[in-house]
């Protein structure tokens, strides 16, 4: 069993943290919602991609009849920023397991046009219906227990001008993915963390879409530096976590052209895989 985070004094739940309250979403007419997406979840200026994730999951929840996402995929077509936003859906398809539909956000310029950010397909279905048979050759990530691992304090920032996300997030990464910090990069396109939110609250199906793009670029350990912009991004949410912090491993096997893939595992406090994802990610060469 992994080592326990340590607690905040007080500790937010599910539904009254800040996660929910940034992520939520007003319904303005069927399928239609009102949302403002806070600076609390940017990378110097641009909003995560994780986080616009979660913000279009939580929609997708209330508009289709199935409560939790199992697959998510997500094209970013341009830089969200903090402010209002419009998140539109619609219904593809509804079975009795599975239910599909896509959703996609907007803002407006300053000429007052309309801008899409990100345009999503999922589905859902409900996480508490499915069989507890695993077969499995997957292993979780083998982590040093987490006094021995490193948070964003412990280091320099990596990307000019500050994260402001990484004051939301209780993130310490394993000090063997930790060489891009020291100027000392492995080269091996490898990152590992313990993960959770700062205010203490657990995981649930929503912020496993924050999960798996919330970690430092593998980029930062092929020696590459800067904003690492997500330009298409698969989730697959497999269970419900258990209490406790989760552990995220990320991994890249091929950078080619200015263009890398990141594969992410999501283990969670009872050793069970609970997410995956797979994105495709633009860096800056040279």
């Given at each position: ?48 991609g994780g986080y616009l ?164 670029p593998t980029a930062f350990?092929?020696?590459l530096t800067g904003w ?59």
């Amino acid at each position: 069993m992994p080592e326990a985070a340590s607690a905040p004094d007080v500790r937010a739940t599910i539904g009254a943290s800040e996660f929910d309250r940034d992520t939520a979403v007003t319904r303005r007419s069927p399928g239609v919602y009102d949302t403002d997406l806070s600076a609390g979840w940017t990378i110097v200026n641009a909003v995560n991609g994780g986080y616009l994730l979660a913000v279009l999951g939580r929609a997708l929840a209330d508009a289709l009849p199935h409560p939790d996402p199992f697959t998510v995929s997500a094209h970013y077509l341009t830089a969200s920023r903090p402010g209002p936003a419009v998140v539109r859906t619609e219904t593809v398809r509804t079975g009795r397991t599975l239910s599909t539909g896509q959703a996609s956000l907007v803002q407006y310029d300053d000429r007052g046009e309309e801008v899409e950010r990100i345009r999503v397909l999922a589905s859902y279905g409900d996480l508490g219906d499915l069989p507890d048979d695993v077969r499995t050759s997957a292993e979780p990530p083998g982590l040093p227990p987490l006094a021995r691992c490193l948070g964003p304090d412990d280091g320099p920032s990596p990307v000019e001008g500050g994260s402001a996300i990484a004051d939301r997030l209780m993130l310490k990464l394993d000090p063997a993915t930790l060489g891009w910090a020291l100027g000392q990069p492995s080269g091996k396109g490898e990152m590992r963390a313990w993960f959770g939110l700062a205010d203490g609250r657990d995981a649930d199906p929503l912020s496993l879409l924050l999960a798996v793009d919330a970690l430092p670029p593998t980029a930062f350990e092929l020696g590459l530096t800067g904003w690492v912009p997500t330009v298409e991004l698969t989730a697959h949410v497999r269970a419900r976590p258990a209490p406790g912090p989760l552990r995220v491993s990320i991994t890249t096997r091929n950078l080619a052209g200015g263009f890398l893939e990141e594969d992410a595992e999501v283990w969670d406090s009872a050793d069970r895989l609970v997410a995956q994802s797979r994105q495709l990610a633009r860096v800056r060469l040279g």
